[in-house]
């Protein structure tokens, strides 16, 4: 009877230990929400700027964001292979060092950040089918200290004229 009860304890504690594994992994990382477009405004200069938004939708705050930003052309190999020429595009500020976490009394949206390129992503995209663009974004937890990677992918049609809307609104107008 007392090996029943041991090894009921020992299984126990491992289910206990999966679920509560499970849990910090799903639920303590960071969780950034990125625009499916990209915004284009023009600066007081009259040059084109292009803005990507992020919102932290997370519990808890996240720090140390890099963000990074790459023109991606694919390039057709044989057997319907691909391979993939990077080249990182400038942005003017790829460190974020504190994103607050989503809150709807944030009457400041700290929660939300745009992430600026100044390169002409119209002209780096126009008659270019095999060419993309990709941003990668690494968040740390602000509680866990747990990390995670954001992709997501644009192309021509992904870039938009206007302003994105206030606060947690991916909206652009």
């Excluded at 007392?2 to 126990?12: E, R």
């Excluded at 976490?101 to 100044?118: L, S």
């Excluded at 270019?128 to 747990?146: P, Q, T, W």
Aim: glycine share 4%.
């Amino acid at each position: 009877m007392d090996v029943l009860n041991i090894i009921q304890g020992i299984i126990g504690s491992i289910i206990a230990s999966f679920i509560f594994l499970f849990l910090v992994l799903k639920y303590l990382r960071p969780y950034l929400v990125i625009s499916d477009d990209i915004s284009c405004i023009k600066d007081k200069d009259g040059e084109n700027i292009f803005l990507i938004k992020i919102l932290n939708k997370s519990f808890f705050d996240v720090f140390d964001v890099r963000v990074d930003f790459f023109k991606v052309r694919i390039i057709p190999m044989p057997n319907n292979k691909t391979n993939k020429k990077i080249k990182e595009l400038p942005l003017i500020d790829p460190f974020i060092p504190h994103i607050k976490k989503w809150d709807k009394k944030d009457f400041n949206a700290e929660y939300a950040y745009r992430v600026i390129c100044k390169e002409n992503l119209i002209e780096i995209l126009s008659g270019n089918e095999d060419v993309i663009l990709e941003i990668k974004i690494i968040a740390r937890h602000g509680l866990s200290g747990l990390s995670n990677v954001f992709y997501k992918r644009y192309k021509s049609y992904n870039i938009k004229e206007g302003e994105f809307l206030w606060g947690k609104d991916l909206t652009i107008r």
